[in-house]
DNA sequence: TATCTTGGCGCC
DNA sequence: AGGGCGCCAAGATA
């Protein structure tokens, strides 16, 4: 049963699809007031995939509105599947000419919309573009015509659920405890300084750097000039990066370094950030699902993926709450693992941590030779520590290195690479076509030539890790859509004169990150919500390999804020 | 003045 | 000559 949501704010019309996706019945035009508890019951009682273009877009006042759907079929990202995927080669839906389903993501929100971009009747209930059941039908088509239409069914499920999963997130946020936050930044940088001033923490750290280098006008904060004026004291650097800088010995750098650290924690995650994202106790992060190629998410101002290890302690369950800190112990090696059916590798990593099991098989000798070993087989390292580790690695592990090498050799081809469950990877551009044809003419200068094999290869790193990232970003939404059905299926925890949550009482997911979760929980129902993460994961490794379940050992860490996890 | 690019660095 | 990102400030360009 599908269901389109679509129709005025003033007049909200849900129609019903047959299993073709042409509408079973008349539309039933339903009066806004009376919408919530309609959707609601149609929930309950039929379990429909609801359908409309743009998730990002309806469904925000949709959940202000109170409820959260179970599953919809989002066409915009499904498209943009579709479309690509090497799968549904032939179809009508990829041979056809580009048009307004192709659109890229919205624009984003404005960081302080937070509630604002809930209320009903901002117009996201407008009516879908006309031709949207032609649309879903042809995307149905196209998935029945592809060469794989279960795995593209399912990553079509997946994504969309994601699509779901990011609006509950922003509409929940990640509890923020402003004044830890501040107290960090109070340690590392002194009190907030005037706008445009530099923190009393930074300044001091900048009179000593002057007195060291006698450069009385030194300037760390513009990289250019920065390189100059080393220069000029005989500090011969060529830029003021870290890995660059950590090689000089020269009393100055350890100074550069740290005053270095904390500017960055100011300009990335300072004052002027907490007042752009935090607002009511709640980070809200704008999250972009299929935002990267691979499929992973992306965010849109907020920073949310890239949150620094010393702020994390400032997420912070409510009173009477916990988080349950959830992480994929190595997901992409044993996702490789897994697609290559490399069976050695597997047990290496069956029901523990797979490095340490890779160091107690006598592949090789540390753990940290193991992360880096595969770290660089899976991103195409090709000098140093990994390099070295590489034919340790590939006798061991012939079947997971070979798909990685194979998958790089179609990359350097212009060939297209797909993940698991059908995400292609692009086409390389034309200007990369147009080198790679001229470099092969007899006639060709070396330095083209030259120039060919480095872009070729580059491109080949890329396709080589697409596919181990792409597959463990299926896995991720899989393994979050799973957590999220479960977290739902939990009762209203028992009022405890704490205060609630976005979604009354109950469970939810706060926070992702590629391969972590976090979920706020009533304290007493922490428990069941760890277990529902395992069990999440286990339902997602079954989803991806039916045939060999691929079981990721997930560490779920019941904590009052996110630093006390790991 | 507004917009784009670059260097640097945070995360996975 | 290690994959994918986003963000900020400075600098360059229009």
């Known amino acids: 049963m599908h269901v389109l949501l679509d129709g005025p704010a003033a007049a909200p019309r849900l129609t019903r699809l047959d299993e073709h996706g042409a509408p079973s019945a008349e539309p039933e035009t339903v009066a806004p007031e009376g919408l919530a508890e309609r959707m609601r019951a149609i929930e309950v009682a039929e379990r429909p995939r609801w359908v409309w273009d743009d998730t990002a877009l309806r469904y925000p006042a949709v959940v202000a509105a109170g409820v959260r759907l179970a599953r919809c079929h989002d066409l915009r990202l499904s498209r943009a599947i579709l479309r690509r995927s090497a799968r549904t080669a032939g179809t009508s839906l990829a041979g056809s000419p580009p048009d307004g389903w192709d659109r890229e993501p919205l624009p984003p929100a404005a960081p302080d919309a937070g509630e604002a971009l809930f209320d009903l009747g901002a117009d996201a209930l407008g009516e879908l573009p006309a031709d ?13 015509a592809s060469t794989a239409p279960g795995a593209l069914g399912a990553l079509l499920a997946v994504e969309s659920a994601g699509a779901l999963i990011a609006v509950e997130l922003r509409r929940a946020g990640l509890p923020w405890d402003r004044e830890r936050h501040e107290a960090v930044l109070e340690s590392m940088l002194g009190p907030r300084p005037a706008p445009g001033r530099r923190p009393r923490g930074l300044e001091r750290i900048l009179d000593e750097l002057r ?11 513009s990289p250019t000039v ?9 500090v ?38 907490l007042d752009a994202w935090v607002r009511g106790g709640r980070f809200r992060p704008d999250y972009v699902p299929g935002g990267v190629v691979t499929g992973r998410w992306a965010t849109n101002g907020g ?4 949150l620094p290890a010393q702020l994390r302690s400032a997420a912070r369950a409510d009173p009477g709450w916990r988080l349950v800190v959830a992480d994929a112990a190595q997901l992409e090696p044993r996702i490789l693992a897994a697609l290559a059916g490399d069976r ?3 047990e290496a990593g069956r029901g523990r941590d797979l490095y340490r099991g890779m160091v107690d098989r006598g592949v090789v000798a540390t753990r940290e030779h193991a992360k880096l070993g595969m770290l660089g087989a899976m991103y195409g390292g090709t000098t140093g520590e990994s390099a070295r580790l590489l034919p340790q690695l590939a006798r061991a592990f012939p079947r997971a290195l070979a798909l990685v090498e194979h998958a790089a050799r179609e990359g350097e081809q212009g060939r297209v690479v797909s993940t698991l469950l059908g995400r292609s990877s692009p086409s390389p551009s034309l200007e990369w076509r ?6 092969a003419e007899p006639d060709a200068a070396d330095a083209e030539v030259r120039r060919a094999r480095t872009e070729a290869r580059s491109w080949g790193r890329f396709t080589r890790n697409f596919v181990v990232q792409g597959t463990a970003a299926e896995w991720a939404l899989a393994w979050m859509a799973a957590v999220r059905r479960g977290l739902r299926q939990l009762p209203e925890a028992a009022a405890a004169g704490r205060a609630p949550g976005p979604f009354g009482e109950q469970a939810h997911l706060v926070y992702f990150l590629h391969d972590e979760v976090i979920v706020h929980v009533p304290e007493e129902q922490a428990e069941d919500a760890a277990l529902i993460v395992r069990e999440g994961a286990l339902e997602a490794g079954r989803l991806l390999f039916p045939g060999e379940p691929l079981d990721v050992p997930v560490t779920a860490a019941i904590v009052e804020d996110y630093g006390q996890a790991k």
Do not use: F
Request: proline letters at 4%.
């Open 132 to 144: 949207a059941l032609d649309e879903y039908a042809r995307q149905r088509a196209a998935i029945a």
């Open 434 to 439: 147009a080198l790679q044809a001229r470099a």
């Open 236 to 273: 011969m650097v060529g830029s003021t990066n870290q890995w660059e800088l950590q090689e000089i010995d020269h009393p100055a750098i350890a100074p550069l370094l740290e005053y270095k650290k904390r500017a960055r924690l100011m300009t990335a995650n300072g004052w002027n950030w």
């Open 344 to 346: 050695a590798m597997r």
């Open 226 to 234: 920065l390189v100059a004026q080393l220069r000029s004291i005989g």
């Open 211 to 221: 007195a060291i280098t006698g450069l009385r006008a030194l300037n760390p904060d």
């Open 303 to 306: 920073g949310a993926l890239q």
